[in-house]
T-cell receptor
Framework: AQSVTQLGSHVSVSEGALVLLRCNYSSSVPPYLFWYVQYPNQGLQLLLKYTTGATLVKGINGFEAEFKKSETSFHLTKPSAHMSDAAEYFCAVSDGAGNMLTFGGGTRLMVKP | DAGITQSPRHKVTETGTPVTLRCHQTENHRYMYWYRQDPGHGLRLIHYSYGVKDTDKGEVSDGYSVSRSKTEDFLLTLESATSSQTSVYFC????????????FGPGTRLTVL
């Protein structure tokens, strides 16, 4: 069975500050890991994914995440927050075949001017 | 982005009435999924399909049924809607191989009074 825990349902940062959204997972098989973003009244859009290979993954809009197997973590970061980053972010883990996704509860990011 | 549409986008219905939500994709994707999104729970899988007429249950399937008679269409039916089924419903799809992530539709907001 797989599970995902996102620490902090709400995170608030100032514009220009570091963004750090935390994700820990459990999986009985080598995981595929994903971060999705959801803007208000829209569907989910893929930010980045880890499958195999390099553990530091770069995504769209300046976001990146690092897969740390020893810590079972896949935290999402961005060096400098922009107002347009305000959205809800979801971490997800899939089985090795990528057929089934298990989502975390989501973190709503607020960016203050 | 994958061409995934959902209809209707908004629906208000009464307890005990049947409701059908439609998902349509133009990408010839093999897999299709129905999720519900509720605050604090992220997205939870209701049912999924791995081919025409091939479906299986997800985490929260009670009270829901699905059908897939064509590759491009995946229907979700609430046989007798209850207030606990008030939610936002998302459809997603992914191809058979080579790409792990799922592509999401814009969502349907369902209110059961």
């Amino acid at each position: 069975a797989q599970s995902v825990t996102q620490l902090g349902s709400h995170v608030s940062v100032s514009e220009g500050a570091l963004v750090l959204l935390r994700c820990n997972y459990s999986s009985s098989v080598p995981p595929y890991l994903f971060w999705y973003v959801q803007y208000p009244n829209q569907g989910l859009q893929l930010l980045l994914k880890y499958t195999t290979g390099a553990t530091l993954v770069k995504g769209i809009n300046g976001f990146e995440a690092e897969f740390k197997k020893s810590e079972t973590s896949f935290h999402l970061t961005k060096p400098s927050a922009h107002m347009s980053d305000a959205a809800e972010y979801f971490c997800a883990v899939s089985d090795g075949a990528g057929n089934m996704l298990t989502f975390g509860g989501g973190t709503r990011l607020m960016v203050k001017p | 982005d994958a061409g995934i549409t959902q209809s209707p986008r908004h629906k208000v219905t009464e307890t005990g009435t049947p409701v059908t939500l439609r998902c349509h994709q133009t990408e010839n994707h093999r897999y299709m999924y129905w999720y519900r999104q509720d605050p604090g729970h992220g997205l939870r899988l209701i049912h999924y399909s791995y081919g025409v007429k091939d479906t299986d249950k997800g985490e929260v399937s009670d009270g829901y049924s699905v059908s897939r008679s064509k590759t491009e269409d995946f229907l979700l039916t609430l046989e007798s809607a209850t207030s606990s089924q008030t939610s936002v419903y998302f459809c997603a799809s992914r191809p058979l191989a080579g790409v792990n992530e799922q592509f999401f539709g814009p969502g349907t907001r369902l209110t059961v009074l």
